[in-house]
T-cell receptor, first 115, second 112 residues
Framework: DAGVIQSPRHEVTEMGQEVTLRCKPI?????LFWYRQTMMRGLELLIYFNNNVPIDDSGMPEDRFSAKMPNASFSTLKIQPSEPRDSAVYFC?????????????FGPGTRLTVT | SQQGEEDPQALSIQEGENATMNCSYKTSINNLQWYRQNSGRGLVHLILIRSNEREKHSGRLRVTLDTSKKSSSLLITASRAADTASYFCAPGDGGSQGNLIFGKGTKLSVKP
């Protein structure tokens, strides 16, 4: 398996622009998680989906952030409009809770820089 | 799920020495996982220990769990420079969604 795939790997954009981050989970996994990591705040859980349904989005910082999972093999995290404080590494992870297995598999991350 | 708290925040040792990291949590759990993060990479799952287990081994890793003290420890024996990374614990309640909350981690530096 190719693992969790994220794109782009790096994104540099100007303040006010829309940013879309993409994630393809591991085939067969039914849970998907979006995290943000900064030096100041560490690794924060933004939102997670189970069977394509958003379960908890309480970690989404503001209405500027939105996430979708239109099918089991694709999810997006959108920031509109972006601000310099959104600069961070964004990780997507997936897992399958069936059979009592709870390990999360992380993608390589998208490093976002907003100038 | 709840957040675990790793201790110490940073640890520096020489190659060949053992490294011990600790994790504390607040409420009862179904399982606890340990993850490693190399600089600039995503987290990698190392080991999961269930609440009815006291100790688990995987290669040079040894994890213990004391549910009465609500704590876990990760021991890396005979450390190598390649073990340099941040290590995170994640207590799990066994819920069907499997969501985890990560703390700040322990930053381990192994000097050659």
């Amino acid at each position: 398996d190719a693992g969790v795939i994220q794109s782009p790997r790096h994104e540099v954009t100007e303040m006010g622009q829309e940013v879309t981050l993409r994630c393809k989970p591991i085939s067969g996994h039914n849970s998907l998680f979006w995290y943000r990591q900064t030096m100041m705040r560490g690794l924060e859980l933004l939102i997670y989906f189970n069977n394509n349904v958003p379960i908890d989005d309480s970690g989404m910082p503001e209405d500027r952030f939105s996430a979708k999972m239109p099918n089991a093999s694709f999810s997006t995290l959108k920031i509109q409009p972006s601000e310099p404080r959104d600069s961070a590494v964004y990780f997507c992870a997936s897992s399958s809770a069936t059979g009592g297995s709870y390990e999360q598999y992380f993608g390589p991350g998208t490093r976002l820089t907003v100038t | 799920s709840q957040q675990g708290e790793e201790d110490p925040q940073a640890l520096s040792i020489q190659e060949g020495e053992n490294a011990t990291m600790n994790c504390s949590y607040k409420t009862s759990i179904n399982n606890l996982q340990w993850y490693r993060q190399n600089s600039g990479r995503g987290l990698v799952h190392l080991i999961l220990i269930r609440s009815n287990e006291r100790e688990k081994h995987s290669g040079r890793l040894r994890v213990t769990l004391d549910t009465s003290k609500k704590s876990s420890s990760l021991l890396i024996t005979a450390s190598r420079a390649a073990d340099t990374a941040s290590y995170f614990c994640a207590p799990g309640d066994g819920g069907s969604q499997g969501n985890l909350i990560f703390g700040k981690g322990t930053k381990l530096s192994v000097k050659p």
